[in-house]
């Protein structure tokens, strides 16, 4: 069974960067588009960024300019880096495979506050 695991939040002030990573325990990575979603409390899960396995990225208008999602495939890792947070981007971040949806991870915590 595909594992992910994700680490790299904390908490920052507003104005502040983290950079997420996410890695995979399948040995077919590479063929997947890979995307990073958030949950922030009381809401739904929503999509914040994917790539393709070409490497194209697509980034939510609300985060765009200030996200940017990456990938290496021979480390089986898809990246967010996050600069210039807002508290509105105070949730529980998850990546997965939005063509071929896998048991979620743990999440990683990302809570923006002064």
């Known amino acids: 069974q595909v594992q992910l695991v994700e680490s790299g939040g904390g908490s920052v002030q507003p104005g502040g960067s983290l950079t997420l990573t996410c890695t995979a325990s399948d040995k077919i990575f590479n063929i997947y588009t890979m995307a990073w979603y958030r949950q922030a409390p009381g809401k739904q899960r929503e999509l914040v960024a994917d790539i393709s396995s070409s490497g194209r990225p697509t980034i939510r208008d609300s985060v765009k300019g200030r996200f940017t999602i990456s990938r290496d495939g021979a480390k089986k890792t898809v990246y967010l880096q996050m600069n210039s947070l807002k508290p509105d981007d105070t949730a529980v971040y998850y990546c997965?495979?939005?063509?071929?949806?896998?048991?979620w991870g743990q999440g990683t915590q990302v809570t923006v506050s002064s």
């Open positions: 997965n495979r939005p063509t071929s949806m896998v048991p």
